[in-house]
């Protein structure tokens, strides 16, 4: 948490706000999320007196590409590749990578708006706003990317498909997991076969589907594999237009600190004890991977 809907959320807004925007200050504190953070390649290239020409993702991960002179860069989001190698060099780009792992949060601050806590990344805009990364648990990441591989930035080549990126791709993910013996769930939050799901939205998306979490991969049909694959975007796609979920203690919150509202569609995530909104079957809740699955005995028999 934040998952693929969250972080698409913000990008699009961020997309819509401060694209072609300048940055004239910047403030990195001394935390762990720039534990990746090359200090020289900074010194190369400062984030100071940058424009910010493209705002993309892949996964949970947001690139933005910034270079010293306006120009706003096309956006493909069915590449992996945003940017060509060449084209770095070219215009003499860098690409600022960042994850808010577990309890990140990207802030737009408007004149006048306090900042809030454990807030490591501030950078001042032309527009006068301030665009600010937090993270109270510090598992979140913010980067410089040492520059473009097969896949979004050479550090993330290893992630799988995105499923909003291009549907073939997505397919061929989950035909890959049904290759595996693998449980189904573990393999979706693996990242390298499919990547930006997390717990939430496996849960949902496999209680959508009717697959028990702890399916062997090797056991799903064809027509199986395909509704997973359907499912994944479509449930991906309602979370987006919903802007994502906020959960009980309401750390995820958009660029403005808006919750998001697809919680209110949770069919199995902490939906335990309940009935189940397709049969009525009392949901069911288990230990998986230091965390729980939520899921529904009834519409995800365990074959």
Not at 48 to 61: H, P, V
Not at 77 to 96: D, Q
């Amino acid at each position: 948490m934040p998952e693929l809907p969250e972080v698409e959320t913000v990008r699009s807004d961020l997309e819509e706000e401060v694209l072609g925007d300048q940055i004239l200050s910047s403030h990195l504190a001394r935390s762990r999320v720039f534990r990746d953070l090359d200090e020289t390649a900074l010194q190369d290239r400062p984030l100071l007196g940058r424009y910010l020409l493209g705002i993309f993702r892949w996964g949970k991960f947001i690139f933005m590409a910034l270079g010293p002179n306006l120009g706003i860069l096309e956006r493909d989001p069915h590449r992996r590749i945003f940017l060509e190698e060449g084209l770095l060099e070219e215009r003499n780009l860098s690409v600022l990578v960042l994850h808010l792992g577990m309890s990140g949060q990207i802030l737009l601050l408007r004149e006048g708006d306090p900042v809030p806590p454990h807030s490591h990344m501030i950078l001042g805009l032309a527009s006068n706003l301030r665009l600010v990364y937090c993270d109270p648990r510090t598992f979140g990441r913010v980067f410089l990317a040492s520059g473009i591989g097969t896949g979004p930035v050479r550090e993330l080549q290893h992630l799988g498909a995105d499923p909003l990126a291009d549907f073939s791709e997505l397919l061929f993910g989950y035909e890959l997991m049904a290759r595996s013996s693998a449980e189904v769930k573990a393999q979706m939050l693996d990242q390298r076969k499919v990547c930006g799901i997390g717990n939430i939205y496996a849960d949902e998306i496999l209680i959508r589907s009717g697959v028990h979490p702890r399916r062997r991969g090797s056991t799903l049909k064809e027509d199986e594999v395909l509704n997973l694959a359907q499912t994944t975007l479509e449930t991906l796609l309602e979370a987006v237009e919903l802007r994502g979920s906020s959960l009980k203690d309401l750390r995820y919150r958009d660029l403005f600190g808006e919750i998001g509202q697809f919680q209110n569609f949770h069919l199995a995530y902490q939906k335990d004890g309940q009935a189940c909104k397709i049969c009525g079957c009392e949901i069911a809740k288990e230990k998986f991977q230091g965390r729980h699955s939520h899921y529904c005995p009834t519409c995800q028999p365990l074959i």
